[in-house]
C-alpha cells in the first residue's frame, strides 16, 4: 500500500477527524494568541524586531521594523483564525509551514547564540526561553504537517464561497487593536506598569520586595553572561554591559528605603545621582514625559509639551522629562524646544515598558499611575479641566470588548448568512417528503 493510499484509507475515520479537529483549535489557536499579543502591543514588537535586526547586524533595514511589526501580527492572527474555522484547508498550512520554516531556524539560532535574550513570540503576554520557543515551533510544525496531510478530511465551519470575509473581518480586527496599541495605547497592558501601578512604596510597607531583582547581562568574547548585583564584573577585565532585567518583576514598584532606590526604575540627574524619590513623591502630581528616541522627536511637539507644562504648572503639579538619550542630546533639545522643566536619565529598557510612544505621557497622582498616552492622542490640553481628566476620552477596556463583541458578532452573521440556505433546503426537502404508503 502506498503513502497516498494509506492516509486515504484512515483520514475519514472518526478518530482521525476528532485529532484533525483538534489540531486545528491548537495550532491556530497558538497563531491567533501570537498575532493577537503582537497586534495589541506593535510598539513593544517593533522594538524585538529592531533587536533581531541589530544582532544581525542589519541595522539599516530598522526603519521596517513597525511595518514587519504589522504584517506579522496580522498574519499570524488571521492565518490562525483560517486555520482554527477551517477555512482554506489547504492553502492554510501550506501558508503556515512557509511561516515556520522561517522561524524555526531563526529560533534555533537565537538559542545556540542567544543574540536576543527573549524572542518575543508573545509580546510581553508570555515570556519563554529560547530554547523553550524553538522547542515550541518544533511542536507546530509537526502540527501543521498532521494538518497538510489530513485537513481536507474535515469540513470548515464556513463554505468556499465568504472564507475572503473571514481574513477581511480578522484583518480589520487586528489592525483596529494595533491602532489603538500603536496611536494611543495597549488595549491590554501585560507590561510591569499597566494603570493603577503604586510607583512608590516603602520598606516597611512590603517589605518582602526589599531586595535587589535585577539581573545584569554582561558580554566577553562575544559571549553573554548573568550577574547580580553583588557580582558585577570589572569592566577593566574586557566585560562589557549589555542590559539588564528583573528576576522578579513586582508590579514596577519602587522600594525606598533609607533614600535609597533598592528595586525597580531608577532616575538619575545629569551627574548621576538618583533622583527617584524626588520626582516620584507619593504626595505629588506629576506629569511625566517619556522620550525613548530623542533624537527622533520633532520640534513640532515642542509646543504642545509647552502647553502641557505650562497647564501642569496652573494645577500645582510638575512636568519632568525622562530619556535615556544623551547629555548632548538632551542639550540640543532644549535650545530646539525651549524646554523649561527638567529632563532627567532613565534606564531604555525600563523607560519603553512604563508607557509606549516617542514621546509618551504618564501622569501619576500620590504616587500611583493614573493614566498614560501618547503625545499625538492628547487633543485637548488646553481645554482639559484637570490634569487627571485629561485622559478620559480613552477608556481602554470598553474599546477592547467593543471591538471583540463587534468581531465575534460580525463572523456570526457572516455564518448565519452562510449557511442559513442549507436551513431552507432541509426544511424544504422536509416539506415536500412523500409520506410513505402501505398496501
Known amino acids: 500500500m502506498t503513502f497516498k493510499a494509506l492516509i486515504n484509507a484512515v483520514k475519514y475515520e472518526k478518530w482521525c477527524q476528532v485529532l484533525t479537529l483538534l489540531m486545528r483549535l491548537t495550532v491556530g489557536g497558538v497563531f491567533i494568541f501570537s498575532g493577537f499579543t503582537k497586534g495589541i502591543d506593535p510598539w513593544g514588537t517593533c522594538y524585538k524586531i529592531t533587536d533581531y535586526f541589530t544582532a544581525m547586524g542589519l541595522e539599516q533595514w530598522s526603519a521596517t ?11 499570524e492572527f488571521t492565518l490562525g483564525v483560517l486555520i482554527a474555522v477551517g477555512a482554506y484547508r489547504r492553502g492554510a498550512p501550506i501558508l503556515a509551514l512557509l511561516l515556520l520554516l522561517v522561524m524555526t531556524p531563526l529560533t534555533l539560532w537565537l538559542a545556540v547564540t542567544g543574540a536576543v535574550p527573549d524572542c518575543g513570540c508573545f509580546g510581553d503576554a508570555l515570556h519563554l526561553s529560547n530554547w523553550a ?23 470548515g465551519v464556513y463554505g468556499p464561497a465568504v472564507q475572503w470575509a473571514v481574513i477581511a473581518l480578522s484583518f480589520v480586527f487586528i489592525m483596529a487593536i494595533a491602532y489603538y496599541g500603536y496611536f494611543v495605547q495597549p488595549l491590554i497592558d501585560y507590561r510591569p506598569y499597566p494603570v493603577g501601578t ?48 528583573h528576576a522578579r518583576r513586582p508590579q514596577g514598584k519602587i522600594i525606598i528605603q533609607n533614600g535609597d532606590n533598592l528595586n525597580g526604575i531608577a532616575i538619575q540627574d545629569e551627574d ?28 513640532v511637539n515642542s509646543f504642545a509639551l509647552n502647553e502641557m507644562n505650562d497647564a501642569a504648572l496652573v494645577s500645582d503639579a510638575q512636568v519632568v522629562g525622562l530619556t535615556s538619550a544623551t547629555a548632548e542630546q538632551v542639550e540640543d533639545w532644549r535650545d530646539l524646544s525651549m524646554a523649561s522643566y527638567p529632563i532627567y536619565y532613565m534606564d531604555d529598557s525600563e523607560l519603553k515598558m512604563v508607557a509606549r510612544g516617542n514621546p509618551a505621557v504618564v501622569y501619576v497622582e500620590d504616587g500611583v499611575i493614573k493614566w498614560k498616552r501618547t503625545l499625538s492622542s492628547l487633543d485637548n490640553v488646553e481645554q482639559a479641566e484637570s490634569l487627571a481628566d ?21 463572523m456570526l452573521a457572516l455564518l448565519l448568512l452562510n449557511r442559513s440556505h442549507l436551513v431552507i433546503l432541509s426544511l424544504f426537502k422536509r416539506k ?3 409520506p410513505e404508503t402501505t398496501d
Open 198 to 245: 503604586r510607583l512608590v512604596t516603602t520598606a516597611e510597607e512590603d517589605s518582602e520586595e526589599s531586595e535587589d531583582d535585577f539581573i545584569f547581562i554582561y558580554s566577553k568574547n562575544g559571549e553573554e553572561h548573568e550577574f547580580t548585583i553583588d557580582s558585577l564584573p570589572d569592566e577593566n577585565d574586557g566585560w562589557e554591559y549589555v542590559t539588564r532585567y
Open 65 to 75: 521594523a513597525l511595518f514587519i511589526a504589522a504584517a506579522l501580527a496580522a498574519l
Open 432 to 434: 415536500n417528503k412523500k
Open 272 to 299: 548621576g545621582i538618583d533622583v527617584t524619590l524626588d520626582v516620584l513623591a507619593d504626595s505629588r502630581r506629576t506629569v511625566l514625559l517619556l522620550f525613548p528616541a530623542l533624537e527622533q522627536v520633532g520640534v
Open 390 to 410: 485629561m485622559s478620559n476620552d480613552y477608556d481602554s477596556d470598553n474599546i477592547m470588548t467593543s471591538l471583540l463583541i463587534a468581531y465575534l458578532a460580525a
Open 133 to 155: 520557543t524553538f522547542g515550541k515551533n518544533i511542536l507546530l510544525l509537526l502540527g501543521v504537517v498532521y494538518l497538510l496531510l489530513f485537513n481536507t478530511s474535515l469540513r
